[in-house]
């Protein structure tokens, strides 16, 4: 029987099962991308995306892959569907968000199919807990048509130099504008608020920079209130790409150390400032 | 009337102030009652507030030097209470808590009746130096005195000793976010569980081999009791909804590192905490709401 393994404690089989060493590795990831209450998850055997979007503008990816999990099986090819993202980051940190050394929150995740809710078992130090959240359909999510032909400019940074850059971002400014070129001044931040403008420029040849790959000038402005948010990956990250394509669309990739030596990838994807483009 | 007392030992001084800051985390205002052989500190709310009730007695001897205390008619009713605010004495002592050399508390006369404390602090001239604290109170005259009776131990379902404060306090830190109330369900068993049901999700965290305190005779209502327990079963669970910030605070609010802590459930009524330590006595009561 392929199946038996698949088999729930009563009986019924689960579409997804998945079991976690470390519950605040997963909290943490979601965090990077909690700017929105809910969030849709896509499951395949190849693991969960944690979709969040924003204003039909700008979307958040967290990934989390099979091999992160001790244990993960697909009853169906693919699923998924909405939960509230603030209660499921809430339940997986029940035990505390700073982790005592040498205690782990383990956790057993599973969802029987449409309709059913998502349930958590978390166990630490003896103590158990059960929660079932209600999953709602999820969100028909939007397709960036981002595809890597397509990109024009691309920088590979370590994200601390990003990190200061992002924290003291002057929110008086309505967009952030940033500038990627071949030339001087391969690449410039820029804020226009009421204090005034402020430009953060990185050299090429900089330690901090590990790829550039410029073709031309390009100079786009996207929304400071839809971008802000993506400082909590910017945060967790110790490696992030930043890409435009022809269109002018931007995409942010994070790269996340997690406790055992694996990797977990966040995305951001932002749509141009139409305004600004003529 | 009259009231005196100095506090000398460092670690009385401290095991004091901790006290005071573990009341004044639970109550905004609270009646202190002094008797020649104990303080205590009781908070009676109003059921509209929320019901909540507080009964902490500590033992005077083991924390004063001296004390001297007479009550408003010596023969008859040798005792003094004063309504007070304990943020205020815990914010007169936090801060010499610890250097102060020794603490005098009195009740004076001034515009208003106050408690004074003269902190004693120590200093390199020789020069005494000294911090005076006036925290006003107010005299509660003796016919409002019945208000102010210790409840009675309730005759609880099922009594079970707390697991460690820290795991408890996280957990119900992260419920509160979820949702204004909290079941506490408990069995004489050694399992407690917290229960949280919301639109959105149902949480339970389940703790278990936690001991079951055997009431002595002393308590002959809680003994009765157990035998009733004991004959509808081992397992079965007694359970209050109560309001979780009440509860949050309770935990939170914890200075005292206490030996024990003891939790009574009345099913569906009321939920009882019983702090012990060396030299005092919490009692916490959450009425169950729905």
Known sequence: MVLSTQQSDDGRSHVLLGKLDNARTMANILKAIHFKESASVYASENGLKFTVEDAKCVQANAFLQGSLFSEFKMLEETSSFKVNLTVLIDCLTIFGTSATPGVMTTLKLSYDGYGSPLRLMLEEMGVTTDCSIKTQDADESLDFDFCSENVVNKIIMKSECLKEAFAELDMSSDVLEILMSPDKPYFRLSTFGNAGSTHADYSKESDMVEAFECKRTTSNRYKIALLKPSVRALAQSSKVSVRTDDRGFLSLQYLIQVDDGQVCFVEYYCSPDEECDN | ?290
């Not at chain 2, 609270?30 to 908070?43: A, D, E, G, M, P």
């Not at chain 2, 639109?199 to 009733?228: C, I, R, Y």
């Open chain 2, 1 to 290: 009337m009259k009231f005196r007392g100095k506090l000398v030992d460092i670690g009385c001084i401290q095991h004091f102030t901790r006290v005071i800051t573990t009341i004044s985390k639970l109550a905004k205002t609270c009646t202190l009652r002094i008797t020649s052989h104990k303080l205590y500190f009781i908070l009676t709310e109003q059921v509209a507030n929320g019901g909540v009730r507080i009964w902490c007695e500590l033992v005077q001897g083991n924390f004063f030097d001296e004390y001297d205390m007479e009550g408003v008619n010596k023969e008859e009713a040798n005792e003094i209470y004063l309504e007070l605010i304990p943020e205020n004495l815990a914010r007169s002592l936090r801060n010499v808590v610890q250097l102060a050399k020794s603490v005098k508390i009195k009740l004076t006369k001034k515009h208003t009746p106050c408690l004074t404390l003269e902190i004693e602090l120590p200093s390199l001239t020789g020069h005494s130096r000294i911090v005076l604290h006036d925290v006003p109170v107010s005299v509660i005259p003796r016919r409002l005195w019945g208000d102010f009776e210790e409840p009675e131990m309730p005759n609880f379902d099922v009594s079970i000793c707390l697991p460690q404060l820290k795991i408890l306090r996280n957990v119900v830190d992260r419920m509160k976010a979820m949702s204004n109330s909290v079941i506490i369900a408990a069995n004489q068993n050694g399992e407690l569980a917290l229960k949280v049901h919301t639109d959105m999700v149902n949480v339970t965290t389940h703790f278990k081999d936690l001991s079951n305190p055997s009431w002595s005779d002393e308590h002959g209502d809680g003994a009765s009791q157990k035998t009733t327990v004991m004959g509808s079963g081992k397992s079965k669970f007694a359970e209050a909804k109560v309001d979780i910030r009440r509860f949050a605070q309770f935990l939170a609010g914890q200075q005292v590192n206490p030996t024990k802590v003891i939790c009574n459930i009345v099913n569906e009524k009321v939920i009882h905490f019983f702090l012990l330590h060396d030299d005092l006595s919490l009692q916490y009561f959450i009425p169950a709401v729905y």
